[in-house]
């Protein structure tokens, strides 16, 4: 059983940067893969970003790619999404996701977080 708490969101201009973090309970954070999703008002779940057990394994949507990082440091059961070069659109709930490794498969993965909001003014 892993419990997830996301933080970091915020409200935030065109062109600048946010990092969200998300924090797990448990001892067997570092058996799962860990991953952000996020979800826009009227829009479905869209996959962000994802790290193998390790971190040294990652993907990233198109849409984001080149603008995010994610990380992950097992010592602390924490997973990051650095965030820069943020854009009207980015704007959404993000969620944290622990399970299975893979991209854009939301059903792969097991626990999931209460998200945090993240708006990006114009």
């Known amino acids: 059983q892993v419990q997830l708490v996301e933080s970091g969101g915020g409200l935030v201009q065109a062109g600048g940067s946010l990092r969200l973090s998300c924090t797990a309970s448990?001892?067997?954070?570092?058996?799962?893969?860990m991953a952000w999703f996020r979800q826009a008002p009227g829009k479905e779940r869209e996959f962000v970003s994802a790290?193998?057990?390790?971190?040294?394994?990652?993907e990233y949507a198109d849409s984001v790619k080149g603008r995010c990082t994610i990380s992950r440091d097992n010592t602390k059961n924490t997973l990051y999404l650095e965030m820069n070069s943020l854009r009207p659109e980015d704007t959404a709930v993000y969620y944290c996701?622990?399970?299975?490794?893979?991209?854009?498969?939301?059903?792969?993965?097991?626990?999931w977080g209460q998200g945090t909001q993240v708006t990006v003014s114009s």
């Open positions: 996701a622990a399970g299975t490794y893979t991209v854009g498969d939301s059903t792969r993965y097991k626990y």
């Open positions: 790290a193998n057990w390790s971190g040294d394994s990652t």
């Open positions: 448990g001892r067997t954070f570092g058996n799962y893969a």
